[in-house]
C-alpha cells in the first residue's frame, strides 16, 4: 500500500542552524510533492512545489529536493528563527485531478 | 479573499447527535475538499468535489458520514450518528482548476469532540 513516511519525532535545533525535513515514500509514483506548515490550532499553509521532473526548488530561505528514484523528499530551512517552530508537512500528488495524500508531519522546534 | 471559511470552529456533541459540519470555500475555486485530522492518522482525505460533484468519497470512513455540494459556494459535511471515534479536527480545503500542483488552501478547521 502507498506509505509517505515523515519523521513522528520532533525535530529541535538552534537558532540560525539549517533544519532538515525528510519526507520518504513507497508504492507511489507522484507527478508532484509539496510541503506545508501547520501552526497549532490553525489549518495547513502552502509553502512549496516541486515536480517530477525537478530536482531543487528554492524560496527565500527554503529549499526542497525531489529524488524519485531514493522516493524521497528532503526540506531545508536555513538560518532558521524561533518563528518557523511549527509542523511541516508534505503531501504527494498524482495525474489524476488534485487529491492530495499527506504524511504525518514532522515537528520543527527552533530554540533562541 | 477571506479564506475558506468553516463553521462551527469548535462542537462538542454527544454520542448519537448527528453533526453538520460547513464549508464555503474560496470564490472561484473549482475543487473542495474535506480532510480529517487525528494524532493516530495524520491528515486524510475524506471527499472531493470538482464543479459541486462528488469525484472520489473513498475516503469516507462508513455510511454515517456524508457530504454534499449544492452549489458553488457551499458544501456540508455530516455525521448521523456521531461517534466518539469521529472526534478530530475536520478540515475543508479548495483550489482553481488549471496547472497540475495548484496550492490548496485550507480553512481554520472545525474541532469536533463527541462525548
Known amino acids: 500500500s502507498q506509505k509517505i513516511e515523515q519523521n513522528s519525532e520532533a525535530l529541535n535545533i538552534q537558532e540560525g542552524k539549517t533544519a532538515t525535513l525528510t519526507c520518504n515514500y513507497t508504492?507511489?509514483?507522484?507527478?508532484?510533492l509539496q510541503w506545508y506548515r501547520q501552526d497549532p490550532g490553525r489549518g495547513p499553509v502552502f509553502l512549496l512545489l516541486i515536480r517530477e521532473n525537478e530536482k531543487e526548488k528554492r524560496k527565500e530561505r527554503l529549499k526542497v529536493t525531489f529524488d524519485t528514484t531514493l522516493k524521497q523528499s528532503l526540506f531545508h530551512i536555513t538560518a532558521s528563527q524561533p518563528a518557523d517552530s511549527a509542523t511541516y508537512l508534505c503531501a504527494l500528488g498524482h495525474n489524476a485531478g488534485n487529491m492530495l495524500t499527506f504524511g504525518g508531519g514532522t515537528r520543527l522546534m527552533v530554540k533562541p | 479573499d477571506a479564506g475558506v471559511i468553516q463553521s462551527p470552529r469548535h462542537e462538542v456533541t454527544e454520542m448519537g447527535q448527528e453533526v453538520t459540519l460547513r464549508c464555503k470555500p474560496i470564490s472561484g475555486h473549482d475543487y473542495l475538499f474535506w480532510y480529517r485530522q487525528t494524532m493516530m492518522r495524520g491528515l486524510e482525505l475524506l471527499i472531493y468535489?470538482?464543479?459541486?460533484?462528488?469525484?472520489?468519497d473513498s475516503g469516507m470512513p462508513e455510511d454515517r458520514f456524508s457530504a454534499k455540494m449544492p452549489n458553488a459556494s457551499f458544501s456540508t459535511l455530516k455525521i448521523q450518528p456521531s461517534e466518539p471515534r469521529d472526534s478530530a479536527v475536520y478540515f475543508c480545503?479548495?483550489?482553481?482548476?488549471?496547472?497540475?500542483?495548484?496550492?490548496?488552501?485550507f480553512g481554520e478547521g472545525s474541532w469536533l469532540t463527541v462525548v
Open positions: 508504492n507511489y509514483s507522484p507527478a508532484y
Open positions: 480545503a479548495s483550489t482553481p482548476t488549471g496547472l497540475l500542483g495548484n496550492t490548496i488552501y
Open positions: 468535489f470538482n464543479n459541486n460533484v462528488p469525484i472520489d
